[in-house]
């Protein structure tokens, strides 16, 4: 009888401190996530680009970033028995990928954990080469087959990149091993199935979604979760508000407005889109609202003698054209500092700059000078000006103060910690209703030493339509906001995270 018991116990004990032991399944697939505090270098790094192609796609865009300034990651395994490796759960990318064993040539593969195909017996040989942009630049390596866990779920044979060089010093100071994206697969190098596709394909899941949960608690231990196949209540109050996917490749939904404080800024009255990353840290948007909100908070620009020289030198022509009714199009045109049918056609290859670059495209996909992109920025910010009533010399003065709170072009922009008590919420319109962000929400803290550093949570990105105007909503809106991920009804869903 004791034996029995002993046998029992002993059961038991094996069922708690294993993963795969869990009590009655709720449909559920819960993963921890842990949570890496950013330093200075990390953040002055972190940019995000947007290319025009990408192999297999056509004229659709295609936003490229680095991961340097990505702070939420989770542990899988690959392989039987699983090899363990940190990856970042990244709702703006589709493929998996990890360093490989066959990578002996680069730096940064020495630093990681490497999958070792010949300790799998499950692994499968496929062995096509891939490239995948990453930042500036691109890793490089093959795909293979192999078993991968995650949580208690073991999805059989996932295509996956084994990464053997990279390109990119970027991959070198990441804090975690590779990617798996939870995007979708049109958008996936290689046309590769997403691991979430073959969670649903295998029946590892009791509803088609994923919901997110990220804590902004520094010193807690567990910095976030990710639910595969449901939502876990505890982590938010209210409704979600659900808005349809606007763009099938990327979480992208439309976006009705961006106000600072109680103000619109103005540019999405003909539509503005934002891409739902968690791969990103910060909020990336149009460079003419950026540089608003950081007037607005008190932020540290770039001055732009430009955009200074345009003020001083048409303000007063340009106030005139748009107080006269001229469509604000067409202002830049007939001052002569916009062509919009210029005789140098983008390609597929090359990039669209943001404006702190040499020079930027125009809408027909033209190249333009930068006075035209600033020109553009300035109509926009004397509308915005005009809506609020303003007197003209007021207004001229204001254009002229945002010429000077620019996004940094190398870095993050430093903000007073001392001032962030009055700074005005930044709220994002979505399904007709409002998601604000407090300055504690959108105010990066660094410690550096003895000292503490701030810096604003926005850093500039530049989408010329039909894909723009276009946002990057990252983990400084996750965080405040629970986020459901609807696959099978294709939206996503915000609700005040707790």
């Not at 949570?35 to 002055?44: C, E, G, M, Q, V």
């Not at 990651?73 to 990890?98: A, C, H, M, R, Y």
């Not at 608690?217 to 659900?242: C, L, N, Q, S």
Request: glycine share 10%; charged share 20%.
């Amino acid at each position: 009888m004791g034996f029995k018991y002993l046998l029992v116990v002993m059961c038991l004990w094996a069922c708690s401190a294993s993963m795969a032991c869990k009590a009655p399944s709720d449909g559920l697939m819960r993963v921890r996530l842990k949570r890496r505090n950013l330093d200075t270098k990390s953040l002055s790094s972190a940019r995000i680009k947007e290319v025009v192609s990408k192999n297999h796609l056509e004229a659709d865009g295609v936003y490229l970033k680095n991961y340097l300034d990505a702070q939420y990651f989770g542990e899988i395994g690959i392989g039987s028995p699983p090899q363990s490796f940190k990856v970042v759960f990244d709702t703006g990318s589709s493929n998996l990928w990890v360093p490989s064993s066959k990578c002996i040539m680069s730096i940064g593969c020495i630093i990681h954990s490497k999958y070792r195909s010949k300790l799998s017996s499950t692994y499968k040989k496929i062995g096509t080469p891939c490239k995948i942009p990453i930042g500036r630049g691109a890793i490089y390596g093959f795909f293979s087959q192999d078993y991968v866990k995650i949580g208690d779920m073991i999805i059989r044979d996932q295509e996956f990149a084994e990464i053997t060089k990279e390109g990119s010093l970027e991959f070198l100071a990441m804090h975690f091993d590779g990617i798996l994206g939870l995007g979708f697969q049109n958008f996936s190098v290689g046309e590769v199935t997403p691991v979430w596709y073959n969670m649903i394909e295998q029946g590892h899941t009791g509803q088609k979604i994923f919901s997110l949960w990220l804590n902004q608690d520094p010193m807690a231990k567990i910095g976030g979760e990710i639910v595969f196949g449901g939502i876990d209540w505890k982590h938010f109050r209210g409704d979600h508000t659900y808005v349809p996917i606007s763009r099938k490749g990327y979480w992208q939904i439309e976006l009705d407005d961006i106000r600072l404080a109680k103000d619109s800024s103005g540019l999405c009255e003909g539509g503005c889109s934002a891409i739902i990353d968690s791969g990103k840290s910060l909020i990336a948007g149009p460079t003419s609202i950026v540089a608003q909100i950081n007037h607005a908070i008190g932020a540290e620009g770039y001055v732009s003698f430009e955009c200074k020289n345009i003020v001083h030198t048409y303000g007063d022509t340009i106030w005139k054209f748009v107080t006269s009714g001229i469509r604000p199009e067409i202002v830049c045109v007939d001052l002569g500092l916009c062509s919009r049918n210029g005789s140098h056609s983008r390609t597929k290859n090359e990039f669209i700059e943001t404006v702190v670059d040499n020079e930027t495209w125009g809408e027909t996909g033209t190249r333009e000078s930068p006075f035209c992109t600033f020109c553009d920025m300035i109509v926009l910010w004397i509308q915005v000006q005009l809506k609020q009533r303003n007197a003209k010399e007021k207004i001229l003065k204001h254009v002229d103060e945002l010429c000077e709170k620019l996004p940094n072009p190398i870095g993050q922009s430093f903000i007073d910690c001392n001032s962030i008590s009055t700074m005005p919420p930044i709220t994002f319109m979505i399904g007709n209703k409002a998601f604000p962000l407090s300055p504690q929400q959108y105010v990066l803290k660094v410690e550096e030493g003895c000292s503490t550093v701030c810096y604003g949570g926005f850093v500039a990105l530049d989408v010329h339509p039909p894909q723009g105007p276009l946002w990057v909503l990252g983990d400084l809106f996750l965080g405040a906001y629970h986020t459901v991920f609807d696959y099978g009804n294709l939206r996503i869903g915000f609700a005040e995270a707790v």
